[in-house]
C-alpha cells in the first residue's frame, strides 16, 4: 500500500506545490468519503437510538404523555418484580435452547448427509433450503393448518386410534411444538455453513485416521466435531440470539397462549411499548434482554474457543 | 471419492434415509397447502383430509384481486408492490454505501480505521431489540411513521453487509487495482470499474440475503407501518389471516401467490447461495 502510493506521488512531484497541497489533502479525505455515508446511517440508526434506549430505561417515558422524567432504576426493580417479565423471559430461554439445539443438530445431520451422497446432492440442497426463504407469514399459515387441532398431523394420529393432542393448546406443549416449527423453518442455512467447513476439512486427515484404525463414530467424534468448532460456534451464537428475540411464530401461532404460556419476551417489549406506550419501561427490558444475551455469547465464546487447539 | 471406490457404503445409505425423510417433512405440508389453494371451500375442510382437489378451481386465486364488501380489504396487488419496493429500495441502498465503506476499509489506512471497524463490529453484538424504542422515536420524529421511509433507511446502519464486502475485496489482488492508478485512475474510479465488476458474485450473494430479509422483515414492520395499505406481503397477509380465517381459500392462495416470486427467484440463484456460502469461507477455518 504504502509503496504503492509512495510511487504514485513521485510520479507526480513536479506538479504546482499549492496543486499538491490539494492533492495531499484530497488523498487525506479520500478514505472518510468512502465511509461517509455508512457513518452517518450508523449514527443516526445504531449510535443514537443505542444510547438513547439505555438512557430511556432510566426514565419514566409514556408515549402520549408530554413531560418525560428521570426516575432512575425504577423501572428496573419493577422489572425484576414483574411476573410477567420472568414468565416471558423463561418462554423465551426454553425456546431458544430448544430450537438452537435442534436447528443445530438437524442442520449438522443434513449436512453430513449431504457431503455423503454423490447423486441429487443440489436436488436435496435446494429442497432443504426451501423453507428458509419462506416468510414467517407463510410459515404461520402452512403450520397453523398443519398442527391444528384438525390439521394435517391430528388426522394421521386420530386415524392410528391415539387420541388428538392439542399442540397449541396444551401449555406444556405449545413451546416445543412452536420450536419444531421453527426447526423445520431455519435450519437450512446452518446446513450449508456445516456443509462449507466440512468441504474445507482435508480428506488426507480422514485418510490417516482411518489407516489409524478410526471407524466411523470415532472419525466423527475425533476430526469432524473438533475441525468444525468454529463452524458450531457461529451457528450457535447466531441461532441462540435470533430465537431469544422469537416474536412471528407466537404472534401469528398462539398470539402468546394459552395463558401465557408461550408469550415471548418481545412480545410483551412489543406491547408494553406499543399498546400501553411505557416506552420507558419496554426500554428498561430491551436493556436487560441485550445485556443478557452479550454474555451469553461471550459465555459459548469462550467455552468452545478453550478447547484444545489443533 | 472414497465412496466411488467402495460403491454404495453405509454412510451414504444412511445419508440418503435421512435426507428423503427430511425432503418429505418439508415437501408434504408445503404439497398439502398448494392443493387446498385449489380446492373449493367445503373441500378444505371435508374429513378425511384429501389431497386431489376435485373439483379443481382457480377461485381463490381470483378472489384475491376482488374487491368483496363482506370481507375486510386484501389489496394484494399493492402488498406486493410494497414487498417489492421497500426490498429493492434496502437492497440497492445497502449494497451502495456498504459497498463503499467496505472497500475503505479493506484498502485504504486512515487515522481511526481501526477504531471505526471495532466500533461499527460491535454493533453486531447489540441486539436489535435494544434500539428498537429509541429507532420507533427517531423515525416517528421525522415522520416517518407509515411512510416507505421507515422500512428503507434504517436498515442501512446494519454492519453485517460492510464487513461480508470487506472480507471479499481483501481476496481481490491488489494489482489489477496499481495498474489503474498508475494509469492515472483515480480511486473512485478503481472502486467503480476496477473493484465492483471484480466482485459481482459477492454483491449477488449480499443482494440475495438483504432482499430475503427485507422481504420477510415482521417486527420491524408490524411497529412502523398502520394502514391497511402500506403493508407489506408479510405482515398484511399474516393480519388477514389473524382476522378473517374463516375464508382459508382464500388465505392459502395467498400464501401460494405470495411465496412464487421469492421461489423462482431462489431457484434460479440458488446455485450461487450455496456456492457463496461455500467459497466466501464463512463456515470454514
Given at each position: 500500500?504504502?509503496?504503492?502510493?509512495?510511487?504514485?506521488?513521485?510520479?507526480?512531484?513536479?506538479?504546482?506545490?499549492?496543486?499538491?497541497?490539494?492533492?495531499?489533502?484530497?488523498?487525506?479525505?479520500?478514505?472518510?468519503?468512502?465511509?461517509?455515508?455508512?457513518?452517518?446511517?450508523?449514527?443516526?440508526?445504531?449510535?443514537?437510538?443505542?444510547?438513547?434506549?439505555?438512557?430511556?430505561?432510566?426514565?419514566?417515558?409514556?408515549?402520549?404523555?408530554?413531560?418525560?422524567?428521570?426516575?432512575?432504576?425504577?423501572?428496573?426493580?419493577?422489572?425484576?418484580?414483574?411476573?410477567?417479565?420472568?414468565?416471558?423471559?423463561?418462554?423465551?430461554?426454553?425456546?431458544?435452547?430448544?430450537?438452537?439445539?435442534?436447528?443445530?443438530?438437524?442442520?449438522?445431520?443434513?449436512?453430513?448427509?449431504?457431503?455423503?451422497?454423490?447423486?441429487?446432492?443440489?436436488?436435496?440442497?435446494?429442497?432443504?433450503?426451501?423453507?428458509?426463504?419462506?416468510?414467517?407469514?407463510?410459515?404461520?399459515?402452512?403450520?397453523?393448518?398443519?398442527?391444528?387441532?384438525?390439521?394435517?398431523?391430528?388426522?394421521?394420529?386420530?386415524?392410528?386410534?391415539?387420541?388428538?393432542?392439542?399442540?397449541?393448546?396444551?401449555?406444556?406443549?405449545?413451546?416445543?411444538?412452536?420450536?419444531?416449527?421453527?426447526?423445520?423453518?431455519?435450519?437450512?442455512?446452518?446446513?450449508?455453513?456445516?456443509?462449507?467447513?466440512?468441504?474445507?476439512?482435508?480428506?488426507?486427515?480422514?485418510?490417516?485416521?482411518?489407516?489409524?484404525?478410526?471407524?466411523?463414530?470415532?472419525?466423527?467424534?475425533?476430526?469432524?466435531?473438533?475441525?468444525?468448532?468454529?463452524?458450531?460456534?457461529?451457528?450457535?451464537?447466531?441461532?441462540?440470539?435470533?430465537?431469544?428475540?422469537?416474536?412471528?411464530?407466537?404472534?401469528?401461532?398462539?398470539?402468546?397462549?394459552?395463558?401465557?404460556?408461550?408469550?415471548?419476551?418481545?412480545?410483551?417489549?412489543?406491547?408494553?411499548?406499543?399498546?400501553?406506550?411505557?416506552?420507558?419501561?419496554?426500554?428498561?427490558?430491551?436493556?436487560?434482554?441485550?445485556?443478557?444475551?452479550?454474555?451469553?455469547?461471550?459465555?459459548?465464546?469462550?467455552?468452545?474457543?478453550?478447547?484444545?487447539?489443533? | 471419492?472414497?465412496?466411488?471406490?467402495?460403491?454404495?457404503?453405509?454412510?451414504?445409505?444412511?445419508?440418503?434415509?435421512?435426507?428423503?425423510?427430511?425432503?418429505?417433512?418439508?415437501?408434504?405440508?408445503?404439497?398439502?397447502?398448494?392443493?387446498?389453494?385449489?380446492?373449493?371451500?367445503?373441500?378444505?375442510?371435508?374429513?378425511?383430509?384429501?389431497?386431489?382437489?376435485?373439483?379443481?378451481?382457480?377461485?381463490?386465486?381470483?378472489?384475491?384481486?376482488?374487491?368483496?364488501?363482506?370481507?375486510?380489504?386484501?389489496?394484494?396487488?399493492?402488498?406486493?408492490?410494497?414487498?417489492?419496493?421497500?426490498?429493492?429500495?434496502?437492497?440497492?441502498?445497502?449494497?451502495?454505501?456498504?459497498?463503499?465503506?467496505?472497500?475503505?476499509?479493506?484498502?485504504?489506512?486512515?487515522?481511526?480505521?481501526?477504531?471505526?471497524?471495532?466500533?461499527?463490529g460491535a454493533s453486531l453484538l447489540i441486539p436489535s431489540q435494544i434500539t428498537f424504542i429509541p429507532s420507533f422515536l427517531i423515525v416517528r420524529a421525522f415522520g416517518w411513521i407509515d411512510t416507505y421511509h421507515a422500512l428503507i433507511w434504517p436498515?442501512?446502519?446494519?454492519?453485517?453487509?460492510?464487513?461480508?464486502?470487506?472480507?471479499?475485496?481483501?481476496?481481490?489482488?491488489?494489482?489489477?487495482?496499481?495498474?489503474?492508478?498508475?494509469?492515472?485512475?483515480?480511486?473512485?474510479?478503481?472502486?467503480?470499474?476496477?473493484?465492483?465488476p471484480l466482485s459481482t458474485s459477492a454483491m449477488v450473494t449480499l443482494a440475495i440475503f438483504t432482499f430475503l430479509g427485507a422481504w420477510n422483515d415482521f417486527v420491524w414492520t408490524l411497529i412502523v407501518l398502520n394502514s391497511n395499505e402500506m403493508?407489506?406481503?408479510?405482515?398484511g397477509l399474516t393480519i388477514f389471516n389473524g382476522e378473517y380465517w374463516s375464508e382459508q381459500g382464500i388465505i392459502m392462495a395467498g400464501a401460494v401467490f405470495t411465496s412464487l416470486p421469492i421461489v423462482i427467484v431462489f431457484l434460479f440463484l440458488?446455485?450461487?447461495?450455496?456456492?457463496?456460502?461455500?467459497?466466501?469461507?464463512?463456515?470454514?477455518?
Amino acid at each position: 500500500m504504502a509503496v504503492q502510493t509512495d510511487i504514485n506521488m513521485s510520479a507526480k512531484a513536479q506538479v504546482r506545490p499549492r496543486a499538491r497541497q490539494r492533492m495531499h489533502w484530497r488523498k487525506v479525505m479520500t478514505p472518510y468519503l468512502f465511509l461517509l455515508p455508512y457513518m452517518i446511517a450508523f449514527l443516526v440508526f445504531q449510535a443514537v437510538p443505542f444510547v438513547t434506549g439505555i438512557a430511556l430505561s432510566f426514565m419514566r417515558w409514556e408515549l402520549l404523555e408530554r413531560s418525560q422524567s428521570f426516575i432512575g432504576l425504577q423501572n428496573f426493580t419493577d422489572v425484576f418484580a414483574d411476573d410477567l417479565f420472568w414468565q416471558s423471559f423463561r418462554n423465551s430461554f426454553y425456546f431458544a435452547v430448544l430450537t438452537t439445539a435442534g436447528v443445530a443438530v438437524v442442520a449438522l445431520a443434513a449436512a453430513l448427509a449431504l457431503k455423503h451422497v454423490t447423486r441429487g446432492q443440489t436436488f436435496f440442497r435446494v429442497v432443504l433450503y426451501l423453507p428458509v426463504i419462506l416468510s414467517i407469514s407463510v410459515i404461520g399459515i402452512v403450520w397453523g393448518r398443519v398442527i391444528s387441532n384438525d390439521g394435517l398431523i391430528n388426522y394421521y394420529i386420530t386415524r392410528l386410534g391415539i387420541p388428538r393432542i392439542s399442540f397449541l393448546g396444551d401449555a406444556s406443549l405449545v413451546i416445543p411444538s412452536l420450536s419444531v416449527v421453527t426447526v423445520w423453518w431455519s435450519f437450512g442455512f446452518p446446513m450449508l455453513i456445516f456443509l462449507a467447513a466440512l468441504y474445507a476439512i482435508p480428506e488426507s486427515l480422514y485418510e490417516a485416521a482411518r489407516l489409524d484404525g478410526a471407524g466411523n463414530w470415532a472419525l466423527l467424534r475425533f476430526v469432524t466435531l473438533p475441525l468444525l468448532r468454529y463452524a458450531l460456534l457461529l451457528v450457535l451464537v447466531t441461532q441462540f440470539v435470533g430465537h431469544m428475540q422469537v416474536f412471528g411464530q407466537a404472534y401469528i401461532l398462539t398470539n402468546g397462549g394459552p395463558g401465557h404460556a408461550s408469550y415471548p419476551l418481545i412480545m410483551y417489549i412489543y406491547q408494553t411499548a406499543w399498546r400501553y406506550y411505557h416506552m420507558g419501561y419496554g426500554a428498561a427490558m430491551a436493556v436487560l434482554l441485550g445485556l443478557f444475551m452479550l454474555v451469553i455469547v461471550l459465555m459459548q465464546v469462550r467455552l468452545i474457543g478453550q478447547q484444545e487447539e489443533y | 471419492m472414497q465412496s466411488r471406490r467402495r460403491g454404495l457404503t453405509g454412510g451414504m445409505l444412511s445419508g440418503y434415509g435421512l435426507l428423503l425423510l427430511l425432503t418429505f417433512l418439508i415437501l408434504f405440508p408445503v404439497i398439502w397447502i398448494i392443493a387446498q389453494s385449489f380446492m373449493q371451500e367445503a373441500q378444505i375442510y371435508r374429513w378425511p383430509i384429501n389431497f386431489i382437489p376435485s373439483p379443481a378451481t382457480f377461485q381463490n386465486y381470483a378472489n384475491l384481486f376482488t374487491y368483496r364488501p363482506d370481507r375486510p380489504d386484501l389489496p394484494i396487488a399493492r402488498w406486493l408492490f410494497n414487498s417489492a419496493f421497500v426490498a429493492t429500495s434496502v437492497t440497492v441502498l445497502i449494497l451502495t454505501v456498504a459497498s463503499m465503506a467496505g472497500y475503505a476499509f479493506a484498502r485504504f489506512e486512515f487515522p481511526g480505521k481501526t477504531f471505526f471497524f471495532y466500533l461499527f463490529g460491535a454493533s453486531l453484538l447489540i441486539p436489535s431489540q435494544i434500539t428498537f424504542i429509541p429507532s420507533f422515536l427517531i423515525v416517528r420524529a421525522f415522520g416517518w411513521i407509515d411512510t416507505y421511509h421507515a422500512l428503507i433507511w434504517p436498515p442501512i446502519a446494519g454492519f453485517f453487509g460492510v464487513f461480508f464486502l470487506r472480507q471479499f475485496f481483501l481476496t481481490i489482488p491488489r494489482d489489477f487495482e496499481d495498474a489503474a492508478i498508475i494509469d492515472g485512475c483515480s480511486r473512485w474510479g478503481v472502486f467503480r470499474h476496477v473493484i465492483l465488476p471484480l466482485s459481482t458474485s459477492a454483491m449477488v450473494t449480499l443482494a440475495i440475503f438483504t432482499f430475503l430479509g427485507a422481504w420477510n422483515d415482521f417486527v420491524w414492520t408490524l411497529i412502523v407501518l398502520n394502514s391497511n395499505e402500506m403493508r407489506t406481503l408479510t405482515v398484511g397477509l399474516t393480519i388477514f389471516n389473524g382476522e378473517y380465517w374463516s375464508e382459508q381459500g382464500i388465505i392459502m392462495a395467498g400464501a401460494v401467490f405470495t411465496s412464487l416470486p421469492i421461489v423462482i427467484v431462489f431457484l434460479f440463484l440458488q446455485k450461487r447461495i450455496s456456492e457463496s456460502v461455500l467459497l466466501a469461507g464463512i463456515g470454514g477455518r
